[in-house]
């Protein structure tokens, strides 16, 4: 019932393990909160804000080299897989403006853009190369495709890929071995 950060992979020779040691940046009064069994493995950078938490589900498995960087919230459910070199970013990464006067009237208060929690629900496989967007809901028992950019709400038993992320086929059940 341990959980495990910065380990090499199972299966080695199908994915090679990262070089770089796994980063943890949790700031003041940030909390990561992992349930048991969870592994994150070797490469990973999670950056926390301050204030803010990051829950992660029993038996959830977080492959090499994804980043996770946010600033409001995520919450992951349990007996999810996040593949290899994904990215999870719940902010904007830089204050996005819409016209003068709003630039004009900005003094650094809204650091790094718009930030809205992401939820990824139970039993959720995302594959490598993923990258999921602001305010994103993957609902449960999902497959998100390999190299798919996840901007909008997944509805739960669906799989989503492509760039934007759209369903391709819903009502499915997998189960991970």
Known sequence: RAVSIGVS?????????????????????????????????????????????????TESYIAHGVCINIKSGLTIGKNVMIGHESTIMDYDGHPIFYSQDELDAYHGEAYGGKSIPITIEDNV???????????????????????????????????????????????IVWKRY
């Open 9 to 57: 992979p199972h299966f080695e020779h199908m994915n090679i393990s990262m070089a770089h040691p796994t980063r943890l940046r949790i700031r003041t009064n940030a909390k990561l909160i992992l349930e048991p069994n969870t592994c994150i493995l070797k490469g990973c950078y999670i950056a926390i804000a301050p204030k803010t938490t990051i829950n992660i589900g």
């Open 125 to 171: 496989w995302i594959g490598f190369r993923t990258t999921i967007l602001k305010g994103v809901k993957i609902g449960t028992g999902s497959i998100i495709g390999a190299n798919s950019c996840v901007t909008t709400d997944i509805p739960p038993n669906s799989i989503a890929a492509g760039n934007p992320a759209k369903i391709i086929k819903g009502n």
